[in-house]
């Protein structure tokens, strides 16, 4: 495996966060937070079934409760939740050939 293989990890196109949350404190406001204050320029999206639907919270992007609801697969998915949290989420990426 050469370096270049390894941009679609550290200079992704796309990026979805499973578990991405406003709760402070938690895995996933921390990661979301990290990539908007960061300034990825990417398209990002965030991914949880309580917050489906909710833009105001989550910096103007809106929030999908399935990553199958993606409008396309993202180049990384980032799995921010519970221990049962990616099960769901890396079989519907999985089925989309990611």
Not at 37 to 42: D, S
Not at 44 to 61: C, I, K, M, Q, Y
């Amino acid at each position: 495996m050469t370096v270049r293989n390894l941009d679609a990890i550290f200079q992704p196109k796309s990026v979805a966060v499973i578990g991405a949350s406003q709760r402070a404190g938690s895995i996933g406001n921390m990661v979301w937070q990290r990539l908007i204050e960061g300034g990825f320029a990417g398209p990002l999206w965030a991914v949880n079934p309580r917050h489906a639907g909710e833009t105001s919270d989550f910096d103007g992007r809106p929030v999908v409760a399935d990553a199958g609801d993606l409008p396309e697969a993202p180049s990384v998915a980032i799995i921010s939740g519970g221990r049962d949290a990616g099960a769901a989420p890396a079989h519907s990426n999985s089925e989309e050939g990611q």
